[in-house]
């Protein structure tokens, strides 16, 4: 594989969301797969990781979202002979059975009904010997302390054996690992370990700026509150206890 790239503009757009370096990580793992691919990036925003499989050997990529503002954005900024971008719904995907080779799903499962829709249309849109990647927040490090999830957007979170049964009815064969940050971050220095610290900063850590949060974690740690894509590494080693689970599916 080459040097991954990133270039000046790229690298700037999205550097303002505060899970930058755990998005990024995840389209850095991706591009192993990714050399003479036909990619489809489900839930891909703005746009840059779309762009990013792209200039890392896609042959061609198309991403897709919900939001019609993103899309346009996206298009904007990123759009290019051999990278595009379209409104639509992955419970419906509107592409010939077998088009693309490589599918990035990243942390959108989470945040649909109609789950088993939406993983049947992955799987009928991917080649015989394509691979389609998952990945999907772990409902034990998220949401264990609430009924419902923390994240107002999230619809159903997953554990490891729910995420496993999810994926069997798609798909033949998949690798399940877990996306570890190698360093603790804010949530982790803050809450300590400790549960009902946990569960408090899940419930009003949102209030408050995270850029303002950077600033105190600097100060008092010596190190930013959110980990860069650096610090992020795949292993199937205490996969159960993953933030974020990353699945490797084929047909």
């Given at each position: 594989?080459g040097v991954l790239r990133l270039?000046?503009?790229s690298a700037e757009f999205g550097?303002d969301?505060p899970?930058w370096g755990?998005?990024l990580?995840q389209?850095k793992?991706?591009s192993r ?6 990619v489809?990036d ?6 840059f990781g779309?762009?990013?499989l792209?200039d890392?050997g896609?042959?061609?990529?198309t ?5 019609s503002?993103?899309i346009?954005?996206a298009q904007?900024?990123?759009?290019r002979?051999?990278?595009g ?13 077998k088009?693309?080779d490589?599918i990035?799903?990243?942390?959108v499962?989470?945040r649909?009904?109609?789950?088993d829709q939406?993983?049947q249309?992955v799987?009928?849109?991917?080649a015989p010997?394509?691979?389609?990647l ?5 409902r ?6 609430t ?5 107002r957007e ?18 033949s064969t998949?690798d399940?690992?877990g996306?570890?940050?190698?360093r603790l971050?804010?949530?982790d220095?803050?809450?300590?370990g ?5 569960f ?6 949102n209030h408050?700026?995270w ?9 008092v740690?010596?190190?930013s509150y959110y980990p860069d ?11 159960q ?5 990353y699945?490797?599916?084929r047909k």
């Amino acid at each position: 594989m080459g040097v991954l790239r990133l270039n000046s503009d790229s690298a700037e757009f999205g550097r303002d969301t505060p899970w930058w370096g755990e998005y990024l990580a995840q389209y850095k793992q991706a591009s192993r797969y990714v050399r003479g691919m036909r990619v489809l990036d489900i839930g891909c925003g703005r746009g840059f990781g779309s762009r990013f499989l792209f200039d890392n050997g896609a042959v061609s990529v198309t991403g897709i979202d919900l939001s019609s503002s993103d899309i346009l954005k996206a298009q904007e900024v990123y759009g290019r002979d051999g990278v595009g971008f379209v409104v639509a719904d992955v419970k419906n995907l509107p592409f010939a059975p077998k088009t693309f080779d490589m599918i990035t799903c990243f942390q959108v499962i989470e945040r649909i009904p109609s789950i088993d829709q939406a993983l049947q249309q992955v799987a009928r849109v991917l080649a015989p010997n394509g691979v389609a990647l998952i990945s999907t927040v772990n409902r034990k490090r998220f949401s264990e302390l609430t009924e419902a999830p923390v994240e107002r957007e999230h619809i159903q979170e997953y554990d490891y054996e729910e995420v496993k049964q999810l994926l069997k009815r798609s798909f033949s064969t998949f690798d399940i690992q877990g996306l570890f940050c190698t360093r603790l971050m804010g949530p982790d220095l803050l809450a300590g370990g400790n549960k009902t610290l946990e569960f408090l900063r899940n419930r009003f850590e949102n209030h408050i700026p995270w850029k303002l949060r950077d600033v105190v974690a600097k100060k008092v740690f010596g190190v930013s509150y959110y980990p860069d894509e650096t610090e992020y590494v795949l292993r199937s080693i205490g996969v159960q206890e993953a933030s974020i689970f990353y699945s490797v599916c084929r047909k």
